[in-house]
């Protein structure tokens, strides 16, 4: 089969669940495929889609701005469009493995390309290398069906709230998993390959100057999350134990760092298939709202307040159509709980916790295997993680993570391309 024909041969939605009983997915019917030109001639989003449609194929060049300028333009467009009711919150679609037998050959062609210290380099140029050959290799074996779904992710109000692409390869050696196991995983990236790759069809891939830390090369954009024993009990991404609970990640940055859009890569799955990724759509949350408490938090801002941190943000922003949920996980380490974090009038206090009490009922649960990737668009939904039991055998839960937006920080002038590194706090 020819490369980027393959056909999808399944498609399939999740039912929502509480987190007292998540269950096993079941298929019912999803809306068709969508291609990006799907609106009418006369939309704005149509007219920007198909202006901009060159950019998404090309590597920034001198009119980098230009394409990054319409890509906000489109996005405030799409907030502008009524979505179809009753579009699922998760679309799965698993790739056939024969569609993408002559990946690994094209991988290896490309990769011997990259600098020989792409692993542990600090080099923007460097890596920007990477991450223009990720997004062709991607764009060349992935489906176009499921390259245009890509593409209107962030921009389609009728796109689901996250998207599932399974039956994708990775590195065939594998490091156990826990600590440096990204250092003993720098003989390959394949898997890096796929994500940064997806994302950047998505948009651009980008990182918080507060996560790099010491991390060098691949980590810059790409982090991993896995459960270390020191920190089983843990409310983090490094726990197991304990349920982290439904959050949007760093809404309080501002939208030109907002990390529109979370992508995950699974390595390695929980065997159990107990620990998996949670969401909780914003329109069916929202549809179960007191409408005196959704009029309270518009229109009232609760203020997060720690010993090293403090911001304020409505709990709920955008239109009715499409409403944006801002939630805090109040319990993670360091930041205090919620009666301790949580600053507001009483009113506005109890509203924003029982609308974490409903989100908590409605939660959807997505098991990412070896070739997993989930895209999580957090203007549509909020996520969390459940519990499960590691075994610190070196074959547990093992995912990698990337930030997704339209590439505002460049708009703004807060970096200079190719530097994806943007400051915060």
Request: charged letters at 20%; a negative charge.
């Amino acid at each position: 089969m020819s490369v980027g024909s393959a056909m999808v041969v399944s498609i399939q939605s999740l039912h929502p669940v509480s987190l007292c009983s998540l269950s096993k997915a079941t298929e019912r019917p999803v809306p068709k495929l969508l291609n990006p030109f799907f609106l009418s001639q006369s939309s704005p989003l149509h007219h920007s889609l198909t202006s901009t449609s060159a950019s998404h194929v090309s590597t920034l060049g001198p009119t980098r701005g230009r394409a990054i300028s319409m890509s906000l333009q489109m996005e405030e467009a799409a907030t502008e469009l009524e979505p179809e009711l009753d579009i699922p919150s998760v679309v799965e679609i698993t790739i056939p493995p024969e569609s993408l037998a002559g990946f690994e050959a094209d991988y290896e062609r490309v990769s011997a390309t990259w600098p020989a210290d792409l692993a542990t380099t600090v080099d923007d140029a460097k890596i920007e290398q990477f991450v223009s050959s990720a997004h062709a290799l991607a764009r060349r074996w992935l489906p176009q069906e499921v390259v245009s779904r890509l593409e209107a992710f962030i921009f389609d109000p009728n796109e689901p709230a996250a998207l599932v692409i399974r039956g994708l390869p990775i590195d065939k050696e594998l490091p156990p998993t826990g600590l440096d196991c990204h250092v003993k995983k720098s003989g390959s990236c394949v898997s890096e390959t796929w994500l940064v790759g997806i994302g950047r069809i998505v948009g651009q891939v980008f990182t918080l100057k507060y996560l790099r830390g010491s991390r060098t090369g691949m980590g810059l954009l790409v982090r991993e999350l896995y459960t270390t024993p020191d920190k089983v009990e843990s409310i983090s991404a490094e726990g197991s134990r304990q349920l982290l609970d439904m959050h949007v990640d760093f809404f309080q940055v501002g939208p030109e760092l907002f990390p529109n859009v979370i992508g995950f890569m699974g390595i390695r799955g929980d065997r159990n298939k107990e620990g998996k990724t949670l969401l909780t759509e914003n329109r069916k949350l929202y549809r179960m709202l007191d409408p005196a408490d959704i009029e309270l938090l518009r229109t009232e801002k609760i203020t997060w307040g720690g010993a090293v941190f403090s911001f304020s943000a409505h709990v709920i922003e955008g239109s009715e159509s499409n409403p944006r949920f801002n939630i805090f996980e109040e319990n993670l380490p360091g930041v205090g709980g919620f009666e301790n974090v949580v600053k507001g009038s009483p009113e506005a206090v109890a509203a924003y916790k029982r609308v974490k009490a409903i989100a908590a009922t409605i939660v959807e649960g997505v098991w990412l295997g070896t070739g997993d990737v989930l895209l999580l668009n957090q203007k549509k939904a909020s996520h969390g993680r459940s519990p499960y039991a590691a075994k610190y055998d070196g074959y547990d839960r093992w995912l990698q993570r990337t930030y997704i937006n339209t590439g505002g920080f460049w708009q703004a002038g807060i970096v200079q391309w190719p530097s994806r590194t943007v400051p915060y706090p």
